[in-house]
């Protein structure tokens, strides 16, 4: 029997307990056999161990293979210097005896329930104590791991991940809890679904640049795809013919005619015009239809520019207690390619972060998801100059931004701001001093091809010489991620400074520093490959660095709305679908707040197209078709 919700809930929060850190992928064996160093993948949330850290925390690793010596010495002398005496006591690495017997796309947790003896030494470890296992992606393994073992998971239960944690599943999350979403189609499964979709979603946001897909169960920017609508031939004159008669637009007549103009087009450019984001994994679109048939997607708009990507961390208690842990900005080289966060996000205001990621929170618990969720946002400005704000992923597991931001918390033994989104290097109360902000740059797998040939002493003693280290006085400086020997040319940085700008000057000399010790990485793109490419990040700080430069006072800028002036009759723009309608809450939030009851779809009643006919519902302050949840 696994202990009530109640007991449950207690030995999360509070006391003396064991945590069994699983950071298995245990995703599709399609999608592991597609991930180039799974093992190394896994074990890249080696921070997990920082929980010892927690008064009264044992912690249990489960490692995907043995570690180097130099890797475990490593994060040993981290765990002293951050505090923690005797850390050998206080956590144990326990690693699969047979992880060399199976073949190399096995997860971690299959692994472990393969390895009898393993599963002996958790068993004794957690003898007497409370314990719960927090997994990274959950599958049916993990629940068959926790049976064995008789201990609960901090996580829902597979089936109610697989549902919630899809695409299409994160649109019905979003819409309970009445955040704005990007207007968009969800719940689709064939082609026939998507072009017809689509070929309604472009006549009714004409203004609308461009249109993503994406894969239900991918993750990482895998199964992105998009495709501008300025590709389409009949684009412009179908903004001539609603120019001409915007009344007449939305009659059923009018739309059936567009509608069958548009799939029509669509047959014949998508094949040609459409860019998939990991061309590795889909080379023509065909492959990428083959998937979306498979497994089904979801298409939403996309602003050409976006301004910042906002994320919030959560933690979901098995009593419904809501816990905003940390807000932070994802960094991203290619398009929709994550290769790092920083901390603290400073493009939208965080009271709308705040509550529409609660929201979710809430959510997320009323369908049974408890455990660690991550929601991203995007911010943009519309035509208008004013912000807006789409919540566009919900991530069912803990990330790597939340667990860096352990690592971080960790070393700097301060507290996250609730109501202002900064982290202080004090206690929560004590603000006698007053540069106490700390911010930090993180990257999550950095990959240099001349890597493997360093040892961990040497590049150590370079960081030494070269001042590449972390301050304990003033709690500022630079650390490493290391994931096993250098062998496979991986490594994680993060750098923490008094104010962002200093955090990302530290990451920059960071990279400098490898780049004149190591050699000057040349290889390909990532959207060829599933690897961050030392480039890749360079790229990404310094578009970083000019925006956060260039960044003023919100009040004087992000949401400052241009003088009125005289504008023409203007076409059904995106922004009609984004304005929330109705009082806004006493903040002045742009992002959430209750929206209107739903509205039909003009014609919907003689729309051949299964995924919006069997809802024929449509958001009036989201524009998102599909099913409700």
């Known amino acids: 029997m696994l202990p009530a919700p109640f007991n449950f809930a207690c030995r999360v929060r509070a006391g003396a307990r064991v945590i069994i850190h699983l ?40 490692a995907p293979f043995p570690l180097n010596d130099d890797v475990a010495h490593y994060f040993a002398k981290v765990l002293e210097i951050g505090g923690v005496e005797e850390p050998q006591k206080r956590y144990k690495v326990v690693v699969p005896e047979n992880y060399h017997r199976f073949p190399a796309h096995f997860s971690l947790t299959l ?59 994160a649109k019905r999350i979003f819409h309970a809890a009445q955040v704005n979403v990007a207007p968009g189609a969800h719940d689709l499964y064939d082609e026939e679904d998507l072009l017809g979709a689509l070929a309604q979603l472009i006549s009714m946001h004409l203004d609308v640049p461009r249109w993503m897909f994406k894969l239900d169960d991918e993750f990482g920017g895998r199964g992105h795809a998009h495709v501008d609508t300025k590709s389409l031939p009949c684009y412009q004159q179908l903004l001539k013919e609603h120019d001409a ?29 459409a860019v998939i984001n990991m061309r590795w994994l889909w080379r023509t679109w065909a492959d990428y239809v083959v998937a979306f048939k498979r497994v089904g997607g979801v298409i939403e708009a996309s602003p050409l520019e976006i301004r910042s ?35 603290p996000q400073t493009a939208v205001p965080f009271p709308a972060l705040r509550e529409a990621a609660l929201a979710v929170g809430k959510a997320c618990y009323q369908r049974n998801i408890i455990g660690h969720v991550g929601v991203d ?11 807006r704000v789409w919540a566009v992923d919900l991530n069912v597991r803990m990330t790597h931004s939340a667990l860096t931001f352990g690592f971080f918390h960790f070393l700097v033994r301060g507290h996250f701001d609730p109501h202002t989104g900064l982290y202080h290097a004090t206690q929560a109360g004590d603000c006698a001093a007053s540069d106490t902000q700390r911010s930090y740059v993180m990257n999550e797998l950095l990959f240099h091809p001349q890597l ?32 096993d020997s250098f062998a496979r040319g991986v490594i994680g940085i993060l750098t923490v400074g008094k104010t962002l700008l200093d955090a990302l000057r530290k990451f920059a000399d960071c990279l400098d520093f490898i780049q004149r010790q190591v050699g000057i990485a040349t290889t390909k793109s990532t959207t060829q490959s599933h690897e961050v490419l030392f480039k890749d990040v360079v790229k990404a700080i310094k578009q970083l660095v000019v925006r956060v430069a260039a960044r003023t006072p919100l009040s004087m800028t992000i949401l400052h709305v241009p003088p009125p002036h005289v504008r023409r009759t203007r076409r059904l723009g995106a922004v009609d679908y984004l304005r929330c309608r109705g009082p806004p809450s006493p903040w002045q939030s742009p992002l959430w707040w209750p929206q209107k ?16 006919t069997s809802e024929s519902n449509i958001s009036s302050s989201t524009g998102q078709v599909g099913c409700p949840p």
């Open 23 to 62: 950071p298995s992928l245990s995703a599709s064996e399609r999608q592991r056999r597609t991930i180039p160093n799974l093992e190394v993948r896994q074990n890249s949330q080696m921070p997990r161990l920082f929980d010892v850290g927690k008064p009264s925390v044992d912690v249990l690793y489960v």
């Open 111 to 169: 692994l472990l329930l393969y390895s009898p003896r393993a599963l002996r030494r958790i068993a004794n470890f957690c003898r007497g104590k409370p314990a719960y296992i927090v997994p990274n992606v959950v599958g049916p393994e993990e629940l068959r791991l926790s049976m064995a073992l008789g201990i609960p998971l901090l996580a829902p239960e597979p089936r109610v991940a697989a549902v919630f944690g899809s695409k299409s599943g």
């Open 245 to 273: 008669a915007p009344d007449e637009w939305e009659e059923e007549a009018t739309q059936v005619h567009v509608h069958q103009r548009l799939v029509a087009e669509l047959l014949e450019v998508l094949p040609q015009r």
């Open 309 to 343: 990507s906002p994320s919030a961390s959560l933690l979901v208690e098995p009593d419904g207690t809501v816990n905003l842990t940390s807000v932070h900005e994802q960094i991203f080289s290619s398009a929709y390619t994550f290769v790092g966060a920083a901390l």
């Open 377 to 387: 946002f995007v911010s943009f400005l519309d035509h208008d100059g004013v912000l």
């Open 452 to 483: 493997f040939s360093v040892r961990h002493s040497v590049f150590f003693n370079l960081c030494r010489l070269k001042g590449v280290s972390f301050d304990l006085q003033e709690r500022t400086g630079t650390v490493f991620n290391l994931m």
């Open 597 to 612: 009851s739903s509205t039909p779809l003009p014609g919907s009643k003689s729309r051949p197209w299964p995924a919006i």
